[in-house]
């Protein structure tokens, strides 16, 4: 079994160390660094999971960017790897990564609590990191100089949705169905722990108060980022609350859009369902906004965050223009949010294909 990986990988990846393959898992070459010309780079990403969409939709981009960098002399080459929701599995991959001669990493972590065995094996073998998405806590890019991020700005991303739904109740006294002056809601949140769901959620709600808007919560559920949970915790809240809920809050499209399947498979009809609110603007978010199925969503910039990832990668590889990129607090890139309505949609389709 363990042969069979092996040979499996040395077939993707050509020439690797096979003194690193020998000489033990934690062990790494650091071997073809020296060999890399500057005008050739490989670039390694490792994401947390290869369901989520957003991501793929940013990697996409991403790939895009790098070719488009090609155009300038440099001639990039990226290894994408799945990390299937394993730390471990994406350890390891960091290593192997490493060894396959990789210039620069991306590393968007599965548990952003838990960066230190990739920081250490990035550092031994002076390997820069560009982290992405899931952002590490603020001691852990101090360990080393070679450390990034690339992401947005989870409190903004609240409070956007925030306005949009508060704009919505107060333009369309509809919303509230049964009239009693509040607004019956419930909350499909991310992954427990992560930067993007109690802090979208949490900034949303305190927006639509300091806005005046009186509310009420029903129930809160967390889903994972995940289409086909938030279907099932919505059809359990259903269940529970049926033609009560007037507006439900997802930390991202692909939940909003599972509660919006939930709502079509039930008894209910159109009329009884409420309004529903995502983040990311993702191709099906945006499309929903469009379609009337979202009451509006906060674009999730994959685009910039990409370019802003693509463009670091190549600076760090290459060793040339790190001077000419802006950083907050010297390592950090921040993409900001925008909010997608039915009136501008038809702008981000556009910014949905990429390479238009
Ligand atoms: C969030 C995004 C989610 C999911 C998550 C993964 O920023 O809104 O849809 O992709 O990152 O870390
Ligand atoms: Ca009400």
Redesign the pocket.
């Known amino acids: 079994m363990i042969r069979k990986m092996k040979s499996k990988k040395l077939k993707r990846w050509g020439t690797i160390c096979v003194a690193a393959l020998t000489a033990g898992a934690l062990l790494c070459s650091c071997g073809s660094q020296q060999f890399v010309a500057k005008n050739k780079i490989h670039v390694g990403v490792t994401y947390?999971n290869q369901s989520?969409?957003?991501?793929n939709e940013l990697l996409e981009c991403f790939v895009e960017d790098l070719k488009d960098s090609g155009k300038d002399a440099v001639e990039t080459t990226v290894t994408i790897r799945d990390a299937a929701g394993s730390q471990r599995t994406q350890n390891d991959q960091v290593k192997e990564l490493i060894d396959a001669g990789c210039d620069v990493l991306c590393v968007n972590l599965v548990d952003r609590a838990d960066p230190s065995e990739i920081i250490d094996l990035a550092r031994e073998c002076d390997v820069p990191i560009v982290f992405f998405?899931?952002e590490p806590v603020a001691e852990d890019l101090l360990q080393w100089d070679k450390l990034y991020y690339v992401g947005a700005d989870a409190e903004q991303s609240g409070i956007l949705q925030g306005e949009l739904a508060s704009d919505l109740i107060k333009q369309d006294g509809s919303t509230d169905r049964n009239g009693d002056g509040k607004i019956q809601y419930v909350i499909l949140e991310?992954e427990a722990g992560?930067q993007?769901a109690i802090i979208r959620t949490e900034n949303a709600v305190e927006t639509m108060k300091n806005n005046g808007v009186e509310l009420e919560k029903l129930s809160y559920q967390i889903a994972n980022?995940n289409r086909a949970q938030a279907q099932n915790r919505m059809q359990q809240m259903i269940g529970q609350y049926g033609d009560g809920i007037e507006l439900v809050l997802a930390n991202?499209d692909?939940m909003a859009l599972g509660a919006v399947d939930a709502y079509e498979k039930s008894e209910l009809s159109e009329e009884d369902y409420p309004v529903f609110f995502g983040?990311?603007g993702t191709d099906v978010g945006v499309q929903a906004v469009a379609d009337g199925a979202f009451a509006g969503t906060v674009y999730?910039d994959k685009e910039g965050q990409a370019e802003a990832m693509a463009e670091l990668a190549v600076v760090l590889a290459t060793g040339d223009g790190l001077q000419n990129l802006e950083f907050e607090r010297g390592k950090y890139i921040y993409l900001p949010y925008e909010k997608i309505t039915r009136e501008n949609v038809s702008t981000f389709f556009k910014a949905a294909v990429p390479g238009e």
């Open positions: 947390y989520d969409t957003f991501l998405n899931r991310g992560h993007d980022w991202n692909d983040i990311d999730n």
